[in-house]
């Protein structure tokens, strides 16, 4: 019988079934433990789970060997693998994917609190045998996840704006991939923060709501620039629904919040975060959730990169960013008074009393808007805007392409008599129904 390959038998990694491991010391006693994660690195390599410094770490070190015995949870067929210690990494891609699968099998298990990664430790696989069951069959998949993949690059191709491509993109996800709640977010360098740019599957869109880099399945996959999945939900991956239904999206001024409630699941299961790249950086984040435990496979977690690969290809491609206009704006009332307000701090603008949004997206409106009362100036290119040294845009081309996405998103989502529209290829035009009152208010004074 043919060996099985390790990239074969990955449903054995998931968490679901605890792995058992074998060592010995140097005198030959043996030692048999339960590990809580054999992580699947690549074709040759695994990593296990050290927590901590016990008879069976202590085994490890003195003699550089062990096996581990996984079972596959569909077909129960027990597979052991012949191991070689080469290293312990306690910082970086592969340990920071273990610490967040760890934290959601700690979660299902009860055992919060208990299951603590200290280290991730490398071996090399020498072997695998068949202990007991079936031969390795690959595992049945709902879906044709290569079709998908191939659907979903051909659909991608016809965006010819920024915001269609993200559109796109989501709804290729509930068409072939059967993915119902999912979101792209950009990243702001500067600020070192997510800002929703897409949504679909939820009451909310969420455009403009923020995740710290760091923070959650989407921060830490966006900081370490790996995909991040978890099975079981955590509330150290989580970012509260407690915190996320008292965020309220409206306010005047002091006091009133100028935060965007992020649209998440109140009770997720699954989740799993793929990062955007461009010229090798991080620039986003594709994140897909489920109220199913263990939604998303190995399996799922290539087929959804090559999407978010593909994604950030042709963003690379300078797609315009300002989408036609939908529908007949309103008519022109110069006895209409239109009130925006700006808060120089954080770039916040409220019109009407109603908050819009902030950062660079609040700094970019707020241009257009004073060149509009000034001058009466309407059409604008995002090339002056991409130039203007007061906007301080960071230095990546996509960072004003997906705020100008935002913003617009943002105008038509809160119903605002202002709107932006496309005036031509990366040509955009301010249209105001009426009277601007324009009110800065500047930073506070140092105390």
């Keep these: 019988m043919t060996a099985p390959r ?19 010391d140097a005198d030959g006693t043996p030692n048999v433990s339960l590990v809580s994660q054999v992580h699947y690195v690549d074709c040759e390599h695994v990593a296990l789970s050290y927590q901590f410094f016990n008879k069976t770490r202590r085994n490890i070190l003195e003699t ?28 970086g891609p592969i340990f920071e994917t273990m610490k967040a699968k760890l934290a959601g ?36 998949a709902p879906r044709n996840l290569l079709a998908a993949v191939r659907r979903t690059w051909e659909e991608i191709e016809e965006a010819d704006e920024l915001g269609a491509l993200f559109d796109l993109v989501l709804g ?67 970012y509260g629904a407690a915190w996320r239904d008292q965020t309220f999206d409206q306010g005047a001024g002091t006091g009133c919040t100028t935060e965007i409630p992020y649209p998440g699941l109140d009770a997720p299961e699954s989740q799993i975060a793929l990062p955007i790249t461009l010229s090798g950086r991080t620039a986003g984040i594709l994140f897909a959730e489920s109220t199913e435990s263990m939604r998303f496979r190995y399996d799922d977690e290539d087929a959804l990169a090559l999407v978010a690969v593909r994604l950030g290809d042709l963003m690379a491609r300078g797609l315009d960013a300002v989408e036609p206009q939908q529908g007949t704006p309103p008519a022109t009332d110069a006895a209409r ?60 081309a996509e960072n004003l392409e997906a705020r100008l996405v935002l913003l617009q998103r943002r105008l038509v989502e809160r119903e605002c008599l202002i709107q932006i529209e496309k005036a031509g290829r990366g040509r955009m035009r301010l249209c105001v129904p009426g009277t601007l009152v324009l009110e800065e208010i500047g930073p506070e004074p140092e105390k």
């Design 6 to 24: 390790l990239d074969v038998i990955r449903n054995c990694f998931e968490g679901v079934i605890p792995a058992v491991l074998s060592t010995c």
């Design 64 to 91: 550089g060997m062990a096996m581990t015995s996984v079972i596959d949870p569909e077909n129960v067929t027990d597979y052991r693998l012949d191991l070689v210690y080469e290293s312990t990494q306690s910082e």
């Design 105 to 140: 099998i700690a979660s299902h298990s009860g055992m919060d609190g208990v299951f603590r990664l200290l280290g991730a430790d490398i071996f090399r696989v020498r072997s695998i045998e068949i202990g007991s069951g079936p031969a390795a069959v690959p595992p049945s």
């Design 172 to 238: 290729c996800l509930k068409r072939y991939f059967s993915i119902e709640h999912a979101m792209i977010l950009m990243r702001d360098q500067a600020a070192d923060r997510l800002y929703t740019v897409a949504s679909t599957g939820y009451s909310r869109s969420g455009i403009g709501s923020e995740i710290a880099v760091g923070h959650g399945v989407i921060g830490v996959a966006a900081r370490e620039g790996v995909p991040i999945r978890i099975g079981h939900m955590t509330s150290d991956y989580s």
């Design 337 to 396: 008074q239109i009130n925006v307000r700006h808060y120089a701090a954080d770039n916040s603008v409220f019109i009407d009393h109603d908050y819009l949004v902030k950062g660079v997206a609040g700094a970019i409106f707020w241009k257009l808007v004073k060149e509009y009362s000034e001058s009466g100036r309407s059409d604008f290119t995002n090339r002056e805007l991409r130039l203007d040294p007061s906007l301080r845009l960071p230095e990546y």
